[in-house]
């Protein structure tokens, strides 16, 4: 019977959402105030789900310090107290609005989780502003 665990975890970052190949008269438009070139901030919460059956021998899903250690290898080290755009590789050329991070993310923990687990993450970009993404 199919269980999914969840490991809650945190990193604050900064960033800007713009596209370069736009005018500044159209990023404006289009992505407001979010589009200030000297960047913001926000206090990104994450939430990731894995999904799958109990090891009869343990009773774990996965060791949670496990999944801890991979989250901070793959999000909290290489984003934490980062500029998204200016510091971090994959979003150089990919706007870092809350959907492209979770996306980011998910592929991040993808690679580094066996596959037999399903992965979601949620990412909370303000307590109001939150997406999920399972890789469907
Ligand atoms: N589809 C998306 N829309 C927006 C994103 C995004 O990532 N995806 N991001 C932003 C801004 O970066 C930021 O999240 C918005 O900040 P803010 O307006 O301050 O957010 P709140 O909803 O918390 O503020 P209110 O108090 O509710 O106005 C914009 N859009
Ligand atoms: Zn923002």
New binding site residues.
């Given amino acids: 019977m199919p269980i999914t665990l969840y490991r809650k975890a945190h990193f604050n970052a900064a960033?800007r959402?713009f596209r370069k190949d736009w005018t500044d008269k159209k990023n404006n438009a289009v992505?407001?105030?979010?589009n200030n070139p000297n960047y913001?901030g926000?206090n990104y919460e994450l939430i990731v789900g894995l999904t799958g059956e109990i090891d009869p021998e343990t009773g774990y899903l996965i060791d949670l310090k496990t999944l801890k250690d991979i989250i901070v290898e793959e999000v909290e080290q290489p984003f934490d107290h980062k500029n998204l755009n200016l510091e971090v590789e994959e979003f150089k050329n990919l706007n870092?609005?809350?959907?492209?991070?979770a996306v980011v993310i998910w592929n991040k923990l993808r690679k580094r989780l066996e596959s037999k687990f399903e992965i979601s993450v949620t990412l909370y970009?303000?307590?109001?502003?939150f997406?999920t993404y399972t890789g469907n």
């Fill in positions: 960033h959402l992505f407001g105030k979010c913001h926000h870092p609005t809350v959907e492209n991070i970009e303000t307590p109001r502003n997406v």
